[in-house]
């Protein structure tokens, strides 16, 4: 398997601007994980979902961001609109029983918003 | 709430001499603990974990960590440090919700 996929590796976009992050989980791994990382926060949880069903969006920083998965082989991380504050990187990671198994982190996708 | 704290935001080690990095952790109940290894331009990889047993854990690349109750600590050690070593590390609390510390970068001397 190629592991998590995310595309794009690298995205610029201009403040206001529309955003979709794209994930593709390992093959049969039912839990899908979008985290951010940034200087100043860290690592934060957005959201994940198991069985393509979104359990806890509690992290997810306002309306701005909403996150799908319309099946178990991909999911997006949409920001609409965008801004600067959001430039951050955005992983994806997926395991087969949550996070108490091993966790497959995806390369990131480095937003920059201007 | 569950935090995790590494005091540490930068250590500095000579090739060959031991490492360990402090972790804290505050969990209301018994915390599933891990530690995470980022390369720079890279995703996280999983090191280690901790549930429930043994309080000393082993895990990959010649790293362990000891689970240490009455301290809420869980420190990441090596006996000896190689300079491919050389990277970020993140410990994490939590299960499903799971809570990453803020990070402790790693630099190897030669």
Redesign the interface.
């Known amino acids: 398997d190629a592991g998590?996929i995310q595309s794009p590796r690298h995205e610029v976009t201009e403040m206001g601007q529309e955003v979709t992050l794209r994930c593709k989980p390992i093959s049969g791994h039912d839990?899908l994980?979008w985290y951010r990382q940034t200087m100043m926060r860290?690592?934060?949880?957005l959201i994940?979902f198991?069985n393509n069903v979104p359990?806890?969006d509690s992290g997810m920083p306002e309306d701005r961001f909403s996150a799908k998965m319309p099946n178990a082989s991909f999911s997006t991380l949409k920001i609409q609109p965008s801004e600067p504050r959001d430039s951050a990187v955005y992983?994806c990671?997926s395991s087969w029983a949550?996070?108490?198994t091993?966790?497959?982190?995806?390369?990131?996708t480095r937003l920059t918003v201007v | 709430a569950q935090s995790v704290t590494q005091p540490d935001i930068h250590i500095t080690v000579s090739e060959g001499a031991s490492l360990e990095l402090r972790c804290n952790y505050s969990y209301g109940a018994t915390p599933?603990l891990?530690w995470y290894v980022q390369s720079p331009?890279?995703?996280?990889?999983?090191l280690l974990?901790y549930?429930s047993g043994d309080t000393l854990v082993q895990g990959i690349k010649g790293f362990e960590a000891e689970f240490k109750r009455s301290q809420s600590s869980f420190n990441l050690r090596k006996p000896s440090v190689h300079w491919s070593d050389a990277a970020e590390y993140?410990c994490a609390v939590?299960?499903?919700?799971?809570?990453?510390?803020?990070?402790t970068r790693l630099t190897v001397k030669p």
Do not use: C, P, S
């Open positions: 998590v839990y994980f860290g690592l934060e949880l994940y198991n359990i806890d992983f990671a949550g996070m108490t091993e966790a497959f982190f995806g390369q990131g | 599933y891990f331009g890279q995703g996280l990889q999983l974990k549930f993140f939590g299960n499903n919700d799971m809570r990453f510390g803020a990070g």
